[in-house]
């Protein structure tokens, strides 16, 4: 479908509108207090003195100059984001008055302005079943504003997701340690292994958009329904309670076995839907980053 670019332009400048008055001062401290100077950067090689962390001998250069040597790091002063935004068939979907795309979207945005605001770069890969399009770190706010206009003029498709692949691509491209959102709904197998090992070289938030008919169905009769993904048409009988409870309660069971598998992995969860304000949850993950960082400090 040909994309309409004065109605992708509206859109564009409605989120940036939106975004930019919930970036308050508040939001923007709670990001850098949380974020800047996670990271560490390889500075120099220097000689060994009586004091140093053993852990920090350079093994080669010890080897090649026959005296001991140490690896010397600096902190970072600036970080990368990334944001990995799924845009597969699933996304399109919406029960109110704005999209899973939609949703994704505005979060990017607001993350990434809080991003620029403290001078880090961002990119973005946006994926399905394949790499759809990946925008290499820049900085400013007109990096901001593409990255934007690519998740919505990604439109509507009939793609599957592929997670796995998607992290595959990003650590074949992003060397160095970056924080990355995953931005998804997170309808998909076979990317644990693949995550857990993404997250260990990286400080990775997963942001999983949902949509409240993904958890509970309405009583409203036999209603056909298709999958996004695939096209698959399915007759349900949403009249009957004992399906309505056996949705609800699968759709509970996979949203917590999600949440139990991130928090075991060690990746913190922003959990959003698209029928509800999103300003609190985001400062709630950043003020609960900064105790824990307090507390380990």
């Not at 975004?19 to 220097?46: A, M, N, P, W």
């Not at 852990?55 to 600036?78: C, S």
């Not at 309505?244 to 598998?261: H, I, K, P, W």
């Amino acid at each position: 479908m040909p994309i309409d670019t004065a109605k992708l332009m509206a859109q564009v400048a409605g989120i940036r509108i939106l975004t930019s008055r919930l970036l308050d001062d508040r939001l923007s401290g709670d990001y850098q207090s949380v974020f800047k100077g996670q990271g560490i950067e390889f500075d120099e090689v220097r000689p060994y003195i009586p004091g140093d962390d053993v852990r920090a001998i350079d093994w080669n250069v010890t080897a090649r100059t026959g005296q001991p040597h140490v690896k010397r790091f600096a902190e970072e002063r600036e970080l990368t984001v990334v944001f990995l935004v799924d845009v597969s068939g699933s996304q399109v979907f919406g029960s109110g008055s704005r999209t899973k795309a939609e949703l994704a979207a505005e979060i990017t945005c607001l993350l990434a302005l809080t991003a620029i605001r403290n001078q880090d770069k961002i990119g973005c890969v946006l994926f399905s079943d394949r790499i759809v399009k990946a925008i290499p770190p820049r900085k400013g706010r007109r990096a901001v504003m593409r990255l934007v206009r690519e998740v919505l003029a990604a439109g509507e498709t009939r793609d599957r997701t592929d997670i796995a692949g998607a992290i595959r691509f990003l650590s074949r491209v992003q060397k160095r340690r970056a924080v990355v959102f995953l931005v998804s709904d997170f309808q998909d197998e076979g990317y644990d292994r693949a995550l857990r090992a993404f997250a260990r070289r990286h400080d990775v938030i997963a942001c999983r958009i949902a949509d409240p008919r993904e958890a509970e169905l309405p009583d409203v009769g036999l209603v056909q329904m298709q999958d996004p993904e695939t096209g698959e048409l399915l007759l349900v009988d949403t009249a009957s309670r004992a399906v309505r409870g056996a949705f609800a309660e699968q759709a509970r069971s996979d949203a917590e076995t999600l949440r139990r598998n991130l928090r075991r992995w060690g990746i913190d969860t922003l959990d959003l839907a698209t029928d509800r304000p999103y300003i609190d949850d985001v400062r709630a993950l950043f003020q609960h980053r900064r105790a824990r960082a307090r507390r380990s400090a």
